[in-house]
C-alpha cells in the first residue's frame, strides 16, 4: 500500500532531563488542590523501555541507634494527640518489635479511611500476585475478517497513548504507538484495517463506584475502571503540556480506540470502531506489557493514585479466583489478612483505594497490619519500601516541617484525605531504637472539626511517637 504507516522514531530523552524530573516529578505539572482521598501527585515517565521493577527504598537508620536494654522511660504523648486540630481522632500504636500497645485512642471503633485503605489492598495484592506479573494489552486478528483487528484490553491503566519525548506520571509504560508499530510490521493483508473492536471484558461490573461522587472523575481523582484504558484516561495528561488536564471521560474504552487509531495512522485511516467482545475465532497478533505489579504498587502508594490502586485490586482478585469487581475487594483482602494474623472485623471496603465515605477501619487492624509489615510477615515487609518517608518522598515530601522535621526519614507512612477526615499509618524508627506501627485518624464528627491543619497535627503526633519510641505513652 503506498500510503502505509510511515516507521516510528526511537524515543528518547536527555539523561539532564530525567534526572531533573525523577528527581523532583512534583515540579513536572500543576497539582489540583485536594477534593478527595488524595490529588494526584507525578512521577515522570519519559520514554519506553525495557521494564525496570522499582526496588523497595533503604530503610533509614537513627542516628544514634541504641538497641532497646530494659524498660523504657515513660514519655507521653497527651499533648500532641489532645491537639484540637485532631477533631475526633483514632489512634493505635504498637512497638513492632515486642508487641506491646503503647496507645489505644477509639483503636477499635470503626471510621472512614481515606488513602489509608491502600495499605489494605496493596498487602492483599502482595499475598497473592508474584513480583513479576504484568499486564499486557493484546491485538488480534480475526479468522475470516481480514481487515478486522481487535484491541483488547488487558487491564492496564499506564497504557500510554503518548509519543516521543512526551511522558506522563507513569514509570516506562506501554506505548500504544509501539503496539501499533508492531502491527504494521506484521500487517500481511491486502487490504486496510477497516474495523477495531475494542474488547474491554478483561473486568467485570460496574467502572464506577456507586459510593464515588461524579465530581471524583471531573475532578481528576479517579477513572472507570475499564481493562481498556490509556493513561488512566486522563484528558490530557502529558506532562511536559501546559494544558495537562486530569479530568477523566465517561467512556475511557473508546478513548483508547480513537488513539490507537490515530497510531496506526494511513493502515487504519477509515476503520470504524465498535466496543464489543473479541470473536472466538481470533489470532494474537501482538501485545505490549505493562512494568511489573511491584512498580505500580510503589507508584499508587507514594503518590496516593486511586485509579491505580482499583486496578491493582482487580488484578489480585482475578489471582485469588475471585470476579474481577468491585464487590470482590473486601472478600479478598479478608481472606489474605486474616492469613497473616489481622483481624478485620468491621472492615468495610467499597473500593480498594479509600475514596469512598462509605469505607470503615479502625486503627487497630491497620496497626496491626503495619507489625506484620515491620516484620516481613509473609513477605509483606516490601511494603514498608513503598511508603512515602517523612521530608523526603511521595506525599509525605513536604510535610514534617518545623519543629517536626526531627522525625524526616525516620517516620514513614500512608496519608490520606477525604471531606471530614485526614489520616496516616505506617512505620516508625524510632530515637531510641524501638521500631513502632501506628494509625491515626482524624474525624470531623461528634461535635469536632478537622481542617487542613490537620495534617501537621498528624505529623507532630508522630514525631512524639519518634521521640518516645518504647516508652511511649497516652
Known amino acids: 500500500m503506498a500510503n502505509r ?10 539523561a539532564a532531563l530525567y534526572a531533573v524530573l525523577f528527581a523532583n516529578p512534583a ?12 490529588s494526584p501527585s507525578f512521577a515522570a515517565s519519559p520514554s519506553t523501555s525495557p521494564s525496570v521493577s522499582v526496588s523497595p527504598s533503604a530503610t533509614p537508620t537513627p542516628t544514634p541507634r541504641v538497641p532497646p536494654t530494659g524498660p523504657f522511660a515513660p514519655c507521653s504523648a497527651a499533648k500532641a494527640l489532645a491537639d484540637v486540630n485532631l477533631g475526633y481522632l483514632y489512634a493505635y500504636v ?8 503503647l496507645v489505644d485512642l477509639r483503636g477499635e471503633q470503626a471510621t472512614p479511611s481515606a488513602s489509608v485503605m491502600k495499605v489494605m489492598t496493596a498487602a492483599a495484592a502482595i499475598e497473592v500476585l508474584p513480583p513479576t506479573y504484568r499486564a499486557s494489552t493484546n491485538v488480534l486478528s480475526v479468522a475470516g475478517q481480514p481487515g478486522t483487528i481487535v484491541l483488547q484490553g488487558g487491564g492496564d491503566p499506564t497504557l500510554s497513548r503518548m509519543t516521543g519525548d512526551s511522558y506522563t506520571t507513569y514509570y516506562l509504560p506501554a506505548r500504544l504507538e509501539t503496539l501499533a508499530a508492531q502491527v504494521y510490521s506484521k500487517w500481511s493483508a491486502n487490504t486496510p484495517i477497516t474495523k477495531i473492536i475494542l474488547d474491554s471484558s478483561f473486568f467485570s461490573g460496574p467502572t464506577y463506584n456507586s ?6 472523575r471531573t475532578n481528576g481523582y479517579v477513572s472507570n475502571i475499564s481493562a481498556l484504558e490509556v493513561d ?4 490530557n495528561p502529558d506532562l511536559t503540556s501546559t494544558a495537562y488536564n486530569g479530568y477523566r471521560s465517561t467512556d475511557p474504552a473508546m478513548v483508547a480506540g480513537k488513539a490507537f487509531k490515530a497510531a496506526l495512522g494511513d493502515l487504519a485511516a477509515g476503520a470504524t470502531l465498535v466496543e464489543a467482545k473479541a470473536p472466538v475465532a481470533t489470532t494474537v497478533l501482538t501485545k505490549v506489557y505493562s512494568q511489573p505489579i511491584t512498580t505500580w504498587l510503589a507508584h499508587a502508594l507514594d503518590v496516593s493514585d486511586n485509579t491505580e490502586t482499583e486496578y491493582i485490586a482487580r488484578h489480585a482478585a482475578l489471582a485469588a479466583g475471585l470476579a474481577p469487581s468491585f464487590s470482590s475487594i473486601q472478600p479478598l483482602v479478608t481472606a489474605q489478612l486474616a492469613k497473616v494474623g489481622v483481624d478485620t472485623s468491621g472492615l468495610i471496603m467499597k473500593d480498594g483505594s479509600g475514596l469512598a465515605q462509605a469505607d470503615r477501619v479502625n486503627a487497630k487492624m491497620v496497626a496491626q ?5 515491620a516484620n516481613n510477615r509473609s513477605g509483606l515487609g516490601v511494603m514498608e519500601g513503598y511508603l512515602p518517608v517523612a521530608g523526603k518522598t511521595g506525599t509525605l515530601a513536604g510535610r514534617f516541617n518545623g519543629p517536626n522535621a526531627i522525625a524526616k526519614n525516620f517516620v514513614k507512612g500512608k496519608s490520606g484525605y477525604i471531606p471530614g477526615l485526614y489520616s496516616l499509618a505506617g512505620i516508625i524508627d524510632a530515637k531510641d531504637g524501638s521500631r513502632l ?6 474525624r470531623s464528627t461528634n461535635g469536632k472539626k478537622v481542617g487542613y491543619l490537620a495534617r501537621p497535627a498528624l505529623d507532630s503526633a508522630a514525631t512524639r511517637f519518634y521521640q518516645c519510641g518504647g516508652g511511649l505513652t497516652k
Open 5 to 14: 504507516l510511515r516507521p516510528f522514531a526511537a524515543l528518547t530523552v536527555s
Open 27 to 38: 515540579a513536572a505539572s500543576p497539582t489540583p488542590s485536594p477534593s478527595a482521598s488524595s
Open 94 to 101: 504498637v512497638n513492632a518489635d515486642t508487641g506491646q500497645v
Open 211 to 216: 459510593a464515588w461522587k461524579p465530581s471524583d
Open 232 to 235: 488512566s484516561d486522563r484528558a
Open 369 to 373: 497490619l503495619m507489625v506484620q509489615v
Open 437 to 442: 506501627a501506628y494509625a491515626m485518624f482524624a
